[in-house]
């Protein structure tokens, strides 16, 4: 399989020719009957661990099967963010090996992922606020990752268009500044391309409606090009989790829910950082196409629908608002749903499941972009071994029973 | 200044509306979600597993979900509704007491 390496001097020979002869990023393989791995999903996380089956095991022999098309689930629908400024230990460790391989992506790919580390600035609006600002600054540093105590007038320097007399007026805040945002099509882009070079078929339009399995153990997949056979399976299907482990034999502690972002029209450049608003629950970035990018916590009920409720968007744009009141007058350009897979302690559900060769990726709920890289090497390494990766011990489906919750979601207060 | 979009457009299904068995018909501002309901308490000397099963795992169909919820900033009762999660129609509503309505439980779509 060869590929065309990209750098300035085949952009510039291809902008000679009109941009005519570019080759597909990918091939659109027809599936063969039978591999040695299928990993169902090719969002980020599947796309990922397939190629790190292939790149760092020697696992060539790969499917991903998507029920649409690249990038067209959550891993198109996020709002790009990447940060390593979570409070227990195993969290942080995972979060920041990602972070570091994020850092060394676009080299690893060799696709443009435009990392841009402006860093994440989180607010706090009370003294209150301000002591778990504090706590929580001081966690990160002690698990080794930088983060720094800002003040009010720091937090002014960072973000100069910010209104700190706001509702809930903001008493100063905390900074990773190592966190930023990443292109999120140019993740999945680019790992599906990097894959595909070393051998993986990435099946597109490719839903799995069940599967065959025999004597506790999963022996195919049903799909659109009828069975497809592996010795091993990996289950990255967000919010489609349960659903599909349902037909496995198996449950999931996992309710899924939309979580809704949307972009104004784009403006020249206003926001220097990613804004994080625990308490009035709210985030907010501008894309390098000039959209400020609004984010908030997932619809508060069940949902299937990659539809949220309009009075979730008037919250956000109400918090928003305070925060910015320069964006008033901006409008609103687009705005979308993804279905989120969430977890009773709001961590990550990965490693083996109760059916011996069918592995899970799961639970991210509303922060797995962030997680891709460290997502896909340590599934693979799971995956490859029949054993989890040391970093990924911690977030197996059988802490529930045990009780060693991980429980980011009330220690950080954040959304992801 | 353009005019605002024709009220045809904001259709019911941006919002979920809920007919309060007490109250009536309310928007969801107005309601607390209280996740799936008809979930029983194990005895008290079940395994670790039955009770994680109980506290933390649920069903989280893709279709008709049978669900809990309060009408927090109105009556404060608690009931039950029958929801389809992915056209966000309500099926049925009915008061706590009420066996599970007959409708399309387990029904599922992939």
Not at chain 1, 25 to 35: E, F, H, L
């Amino acid at each position: 399989m060869t590929r065309q390496r990209y750098s300035i001097w085949s952009l510039a020979r291809h902008a000679l020719r009109g941009h005519r002869d570019w080759l597909p990023a990918w091939r659109t393989p027809t599936p063969k009957s039978s591999y040695d791995v299928i990993v169902i999903g090719g969002g980020g996380h599947g796309l990922a661990t397939a190629y790190f089956l292939a790149k760092t095991h020697g696992i060539r022999n790969v499917a991903v099967l998507e029920r649409d098309w690249i990038g067209g689930g959550n891993s198109g629908r996020n709002t790009q963010v990447v940060r390593s400024n979570y409070f227990y230990k195993a969290s942080v460790d995972f979060f920041e090996h990602s972070l570091k391989l994020y850092e060394n992506l676009s080299r690893e790919l060799n696709f443009n992922v435009m990392l841009s580390q402006r860093g994440i600035m989180t607010l706090a609006h009370s003294r209150h606020d301000l002591e778990m600002t504090r706590r929580w600054a001081n966690a990160i540093q002690m698990n080794g990752v930088d983060s720094e105590i800002l003040t009010r007038e720091g937090v002014k320097r960072v973000e100069p268009l910010i209104n700190l007399d706001a509702r809930f007026p903001i008493h100063g805040g905390f900074i990773q500044r190592r966190g930023g945002i990443v292109r999120h099509d140019a993740v999945n882009w680019g790992f599906a391309r990097a894959a595909d070079a070393l051998g993986v078929d990435i099946i597109q339009n490719c839903p799995v409606s069940g599967f065959e399995s025999r004597a506790g153990r999963v022996t195919g997949v049903a799909t659109a090009h009828g069975v497809l056979r592996a010795d091993r399976f990996v289950l990255n299907v967000a919010g489609h989790s349960s659903v599909l482990a349902q037909r496995a034999g198996f449950r999931l502690p996992i309710t899924s829910m939309a979580l809704q972002a949307m972009v104004t029209e784009p403006v020249k450049p206003m926001l220097n950082s990613v804004v994080m608003s625990p308490a009035v629950h709210v985030y907010t970035s501008q894309s390098d196409r000039g959209e400020i990018v609004i984010g908030g916590a997932a619809d508060v009920y069940s949902s299937y629908a990659q539809r949220g409720s309009l009075a979730v968007i008037e919250d956000f744009i109400a918090a928003a608002v305070e925060l910015f009141p320069a964006l008033a007058r901006l409008k609103l350009m687009r705005h979308w749903a993804g279905i989120v897979d969430i977890s009773p302690d709001t961590s990550p559900i990965m490693g083996k499941t109760p059916v011996e060769n069918l592995y899970i990726n799961c639970g991210w709920g509303t922060g797995g972009f962030k997680a891709i890289p460290a997502g896909g090497d340590t599934m693979a390494h799971t995956v490859a071994n029949d054993r989890p990766h040391p970093l990924i011990a911690p977030f197996a489906l059988d802490r529930f029973e045990r009780g060693a919750l991980i429980d980011e979601g009330a220690a950080a207060g954040v959304a992801h | 200044m353009r005019a605002p979009p024709p009220a045809s457009r904001i259709r019911p299904a941006d919002m979920l509306r809920i007919r309060c068995p007490w109250c009536g018909l309310r928007d969801e501002t107005e309601f607390a979600y209280g996740g799936e309901a008809h979930i029983e308490r194990p005895p008290d000397d079940s395994s670790d597993a039955a009770w994680a099963e109980y506290l933390y795992f649920r069903r989280n169909v893709k279709g008709i979900v049978f669900e809990r919820w309060q009408h927090a900033r109105g009556c404060r009762q608690w009931f039950n509704v029958a929801r389809d999660n992915v056209t966000h129609v309500i099926q049925a509503v009915y008061r706590n007491d009420e066996p599970k309505p007959p409708v399309g439980d387990g029904e599922e779509r992939l």
